[in-house]
């Protein structure tokens, strides 16, 4: 029953549609189990360079089915959009399904998330305003609607009389125009002509596959640092991308996780606001960066850069249960004299924090306490196993590994399908 969950262990942006796209080659099913289409997962394969969005990452497999799942919000014009430019670069979308019980993100959710966080001023979270926190808000208040209502436009039109008595009051409160009922109920039955067949009660799908022994792959957004319980709250998401959610998110057992795949980057990034100990305002923050091509696949915002931070992969690792790293874009560190890794946080007191992870008004407080390695001024792309990476980037590595307590699976040293290894044959 090999079910794997492949989770983002740092703050968001590791590299997960990296790592699913090379493991969906020999993947029978891959369900994003959460989110939607505020953080991208870039894949690079015979297909060319692809921000996915909404769409799993194994859909460049013809053989693989790829869920959308009910732990997500589905904006269907990001979605439509996304499918048109995949099949523009002649990727087959045959295989792509939408659980019915989806919530919709809707043009008002969007709205919101812009009028909330220019309200918010200087103490802003940082949403990519995309309307996902709106979306899982009516969620939660019992007035979202769910892609599934779009097979039921009786149904639908119901529900959406109803949250529209309380969005347009929230709109004009913030600044902003109320919505037109009637035009937007035309919207969602022009949606639902686009992508009605493909909306179906997924866990049959599911429970088909995990009763033959297939392989599925269960692809989270973000990472752990941005969960939204055990984040830095409140410069969260608002789902949960840990793999305790990924079996319920996907709609499989709870005891079906078979493997936990932590995704890192060889040194950590993040975009948005927040607290982030190792962060590098200097001239190597700038190289990483720069070397690293680090830009959101969203937003196009710059990500802040640091050192590889041992505390939050230390705690990730516990909280994810994970069995096994995937750590990307080692070749950035190429050139290096030396690199650090952060294994620590001193606090103003003087007590060091190394298997906690401080709540967010003590983080940013820490100092972190670094210990220094030998970088390597070889090139790493070539590399096609453990053994032909360089001496010095197998001791950082190891360290790594150290530090999280779990045995590195993979490695990428480069964007490529093929400059990724597994570390056992």
Known sequence: MPVTAIVGAQWGD?????IIDFLAQQADVVIRFQGGDNAGHTVINEYGKHALHLVPSGIFNPTTQNIIGAGCVVNPASLLDEMARLQAAGVA?????????????????????ELEEKARGKDSIGTTKRGIGPAYADKAARSGLRMGDLLHPDWLEARLDNALRTINRKLQILGGEPMDGQELYARLMAYRRKLGHRIVDTMALLRRALEADADILLEGQLGVMRDLDWGIYPYVTSSNPT???????????????DRVIGVVKAYSTAVGEGPFPTELLDETGDR?????????ATTGRPRRCGWFDGVAIRYAAWLNGMTGLAVTKLDVLDGFDELKICTGYRLPTGEVITDVMPDTPQLYEVTPIYETWPGWRRDATAARSWDELPRAARAYL???????????AYVSVG?????MFATVP
């Open 14 to 18: 590791e590299g997960k549609g990296r």
């Open 243 to 257: 793999a305790a959610f990924a079996p319920s998110g996907a709609g499989l057992p709870a005891g079906s996780l």
């Open 415 to 419: 964007p490529e399908r093929e400059q």
């Open 288 to 296: 990483l960066r720069e070397v690293g091509g680090e830009f959101g």
């Open 93 to 113: 979308l045959d295989s792509l399904w939408i659980c019915h019980r989806a919530q919709m993100v809707m043009p008002y959710h969007r709205l919101l998330d």
């Open 398 to 408: 190891n360290r790594i590994s150290e530090l999280a307590g779990v045995p590195i």
